[in-house]
């Protein structure tokens, strides 16, 4: 809105600038400096206006780039989410395989006791068988 506001300024000087060269070529040699005066109201004016139709394209581009840093941002956001979430499932996962680890573990020491015992059993048998020979 601002920029707007300078631009009709810039346009009002710039219709001044010419109405003040016209009045001054009707004065003729004694407008001289009144149409030097518009000549450079009209440069200023000019300027103004190239000016701002920089600082527009700047703004849009400024625009795109905050667009896109949100679009980016939006995606690390979502990236960060999942990879919390992936990240509990792995633990939990770790978890739940560690205490199935411990549990393997106790099955096989428990079939070992059972087998040594199963020998123990065994021996003892064929001691028996043997005295009874």
């Given amino acids: ?8 300024i810039a346009e009002q000087l710039n219709v001044l600038a010419i109405n003040t060269a016209i009045e001054a070529s009707k004065v003729g040699d004694m ?20 000016t701002l139709e920089e600082i527009s394209r700047d ?8 667009t896109s840093i949100h679009t980016t941002s939006t995606s690390l956001t979502k990236g960060a989410e999942n ?5 509990g ?4 996962t770790s978890v739940e395989l560690e205490s199935q ?7 096989i020491e428990q079939s070992i006791r ?3 015992h199963s020998e123990q059993n065994l021996s003892a048998i064929f001691a028996l068988v043997k ?3």
């Fill in 1 to 8: 809105d601002k920029g707007n506001q300078v631009l009709d």
């Fill in 31 to 50: 407008g001289r400096g009144v149409g030097v005066i518009a000549a450079k109201m009209k440069e200023i004016s000019t300027f103004t206006y190239q």
């Fill in 59 to 66: 703004t849009g581009k400024l625009e795109q780039a905050a």
């Fill in 83 to 87: 990879l919390k979430n992936e990240s």
């Fill in 89 to 92: 499932i792995l633990f939990h």
């Fill in 101 to 107: 680890k411990k549990r393997m573990a106790e099955l």
């Fill in 114 to 116: 059972s087998v040594a």
């Fill in 131 to 133: 005295k009874g020979k």
